[in-house]
């Protein structure tokens, strides 16, 4: 009898699993995700997976793949261009997140507390509503050397003109200045969307306890911001090791390697140079690399609690 009367509970506990993967309100959602899981394996996880045995390989689309272990990845760690690549990729990442987080931050405050205007959003989205490639070729105009409308404005008062793209010392932070105007605004809206989350009773119950605007904002504001700031900045940190169409459209790489980023990098050995496999391997360190930046920022900013429901 006690066997029987220990073993119940377990059956029961079994049937109420399978009820509710198996009930009619699940199978009918497994109906409306099948096409975009279809599309996940056969655009993502076939290619990766695929990208990952290209990687072990020496292969130049004329002939067929050769298998070579992990000379690859051997190559890539004592190749001193994908060191500078990476250094110059992290450049680029310490310039773009920090900035356009604040800045996205400080929007989005004071569209709540300024102005709700739906006009001003819209104006706020405009850039990242345009294409990388349009934007570059725009700021690519604006920021010639020599006819650019900016270096015309700063002759205007007594500064010489700047090389900007063209400059190893100003490319990336030109580039990084050009992304930070694209997506500034569609981040600002992510945390405006989650300011309007916070219950405003917290804020008038700080109001009559004393509280000014800046301690409502660090006690308040940020703390249950954090689930939106996580996803903007896993989001943006691993969009911003995979720049690419800024500049290639703009610097190519250059001066002397300067802009050169790990993706521009890769594509440049898979598609002037042939080598696939090589390429290959570096892209899966570049993944690899982000898998742990990722989990790293889960960790460290707690992304998966949110201090709205404690």
Same mark, same amino acid.
């Given at each position: 009898?006690? !066997?029987?009367?220990?073993?119940?509970?377990? +059956?029961? $506990?079994?049937?109420?699993?399978?009820?509710?993967?198996?009930?009619?309100?699940?199978?009918?959602?497994?109906?409306?995700?099948?096409?975009?899981?279809?599309?996940?394996?056969?655009? &993502?996880?076939?290619?990766?997976?695929?990208?990952?045995?290209?990687?072990?390989?020496?292969?130049?689309?004329? $002939? #067929? #793949?050769?298998?070579?272990?992990?000379?690859?990845?051997?190559?890539?760690? *004592?190749?001193?261009?994908?060191?500078?690549?990476?250094?110059?990729?992290?450049?680029?990442?310490?310039?773009?997140?920090?900035?356009? *987080?604040?800045?996205?931050?400080?929007? @989005?405050?004071?569209?709540?507390?300024?102005?709700? %205007?739906?006009?001003?959003?819209?104006?706020?989205?405009?850039?990242?509503?345009?294409?990388?490639?349009?934007?570059?070729?725009?700021?690519?105009?604006?920021? =010639?050397?020599?006819?650019?409308?900016?270096?015309?404005?700063?002759?205007?008062?007594?500064?010489?003109?700047?090389?900007?793209?063209?400059?190893?010392?100003?490319? &990336?932070?030109?580039?990084?200045?050009?992304?930070?105007?694209?997506?500034?605004?569609?981040? /600002?809206?992510?945390?405006?969307?989650?300011?309007?989350?916070?219950?405003?009773?917290?804020?008038?119950? @700080?109001? +009559?306890?004393? /509280?000014?605007?800046?301690?409502?904002?660090?006690?308040?504001?940020?703390?249950?911001?954090?689930?939106?700031?996580?996803?903007?900045?896993?989001?943006?940190?691993?969009?911003?090791?995979?720049?690419?169409?800024? &500049? %290639?459209?703009?610097?190519?790489?250059?001066?002397? =390697?300067?802009? $050169?980023? !790990?993706?521009?990098?890769?594509?440049?050995?898979?598609?002037?140079?042939?080598?696939?496999?090589?390429?290959?391997?570096?892209?899966?360190?570049?993944?690899? +690399?982000?898998?742990?930046?990722?989990?790293?920022?889960?960790?460290?900013?707690?992304?998966?609690?949110?201090?709205? %429901?404690?």
């Amino acid at each position: 009898m006690a !066997i029987s009367t220990r073993a119940e509970p377990k +059956i029961g $506990r079994s049937k109420s699993l399978l009820h509710r993967l198996f009930n009619q309100e699940s199978i009918t959602a497994y109906i409306f995700i099948f096409p975009s899981l279809v599309g996940f394996f056969a655009f &993502i996880v076939l290619p990766m997976i695929r990208g990952i045995q290209i990687s072990f390989t020496k292969w130049n689309l004329m $002939r #067929p #793949p050769k298998f070579i272990g992990l000379e690859n990845y051997k190559d890539a760690f *004592t190749d001193p261009v994908f060191w500078n690549a990476l250094k110059v990729t992290l450049e680029y990442v310490v310039l773009n997140i920090p900035l356009q *987080t604040l800045i996205a931050l400080f929007m @989005a405050v004071m569209m709540d507390r300024v102005t709700k %205007s739906e006009i001003v959003r819209g104006i706020f989205i405009l850039p990242y509503l345009l294409s990388n490639v349009i934007v570059a070729m725009i700021w690519l105009w604006l920021l =010639d050397p020599n006819l650019g409308f900016l270096n015309l404005l700063l002759q205007q008062f007594g500064i010489h003109k700047q090389a900007f793209f063209f400059s190893t010392t100003q490319g &990336i932070p030109t580039i990084a200045a050009v992304n930070i105007w694209r997506h500034m605004g569609i981040n /600002a809206l992510l945390f405006y969307a989650g300011i309007q989350g916070i219950p405003k009773t917290l804020y008038e119950a @700080a109001t +009559i306890d004393g /509280a000014g605007e800046w301690g409502m904002f660090r006690r308040i504001t940020l703390p249950l911001l954090r689930p939106v700031t996580v996803f903007v900045l896993v989001t943006n940190v691993v969009g911003s090791f995979q720049v690419f169409d800024t &500049i %290639s459209v703009t610097t190519g790489g250059g001066p002397i =390697d300067a802009t $050169r980023v !790990i993706v521009f990098y890769i594509v440049q050995n898979a598609f002037e140079l042939t080598k696939f496999g090589y390429a290959a391997a570096m892209s899966v360190i570049l993944f690899s +690399i982000l898998i742990v930046i990722t989990l790293l920022q889960m960790r460290v900013l707690r992304g998966n609690s949110s201090d709205l %429901s404690s």
